[in-house]
């Protein structure tokens, strides 16, 4: 198992986690106004919301409740044991419901954009 060797490095990636997870909400905000029309982007939205406010508020408990369980003895690196199931439901459900057709025209690459 890998661990940090200092404070340093450990503050590093977590800065490094937290720019992934900004780039992967940013993409789900594009899937949504991508999946969905115009029309019910409201209450897409508003579901979206619910979703990220419960979940930053159920997160600490059940990692708090996994940490205390100390399951095989993993101690607080049980919290990660939290992914597996999420991330199990997250591929059924969305190979289930997200499938976006192909554009009747394709777009032109916006270099501005991708260089930005």
Same mark, same amino acid.
């Given at each position: ?9 450990? #503050? ?7 720019v992934a997870g900004a780039g ?38 059940? *990692?708090?409740?996994? #940490? ?23 591929? #059924?459900? *969305? ?5 976006? *057709? ?15």
């Amino acid at each position: 198992m890998w661990n940090s060797t200092s404070a340093t490095e450990l #503050v590093t990636a977590r800065i490094v986690q937290g720019v992934a997870g900004a780039g992967m909400a940013a993409q789900t905000i594009a899937i949504l106004i991508a999946s969905f029309p115009p029309s019910r982007h409201q209450q897409e939205f508003a579901l979206y919301g619910a979703t990220a406010g419960f979940a930053g508020m159920l997160g600490p408990i059940l *990692g708090g409740a996994l #940490v205390t369980a100390d399951i095989a003895g993993l101690g607080w690196h049980s919290i990660f044991l939290m992914n597996l199931p999420i991330g199990v439901l997250a591929l #059924v459900l *969305g190979r289930r419901y997200l499938h976006l *057709g192909r554009p009747p025209e394709r777009d032109r690459l916006d270099l501005g954009g991708a260089a930005l």
